[in-house]
Nanobody
């Protein structure tokens, strides 16, 4: 069994910063891509940032230049540094990881439980 646990969400004023973390644990053989998604009330879940096992990244246009995704492969952890936050960044942020479990040959996508980020104006 594999679990993803996010932390670091909270309430911040516009222009402020937050750092999200997501740690994967369990019977992990390897992790391929990892990413952060978000879902605002009444909207569909959208990709925020994505990072491959080799460190290549891509971002949603709305967060380019403000958010930075990184990972620590030794700790099976992915981070999202969010700067210059705007009220429109308010959402539940979810971590996603493509994980190959021990004794399995497949990569399966796992999701964290989500962490709330609220940006006040």
């Amino acid at each position: 069994q594999v679990q993803l646990v996010e932390s670091g969400g909270g309430l911040v004023q516009a222009g402020g910063s937050l750092r999200l973390s997501c740690a994967a644990s369990g019977s992990i053989f390897s992790i391929n891509a990892m990413g952060w998604y978000r879902q605002a009330p009444g909207k569909q879940r959208e990709l925020v940032a994505h990072i491959t096992s080799g460190g290549s990244t891509n971002y949603a246009d709305s967060v380019k230049g403000r958010f930075t995704i990184s990972r620590d492969n030794a700790k099976n952890t992915v981070f999202l540094q969010m700067n210059s936050l705007k009220p429109e960044d308010t959402a539940v942020y979810y971590c996603n990881a493509d994980v190959r479990a021990i004794l399995d040959y497949r990569y399966i996508g796992y999701w964290g439980q989500g962490t709330q980020v609220t940006v006040s104006s």
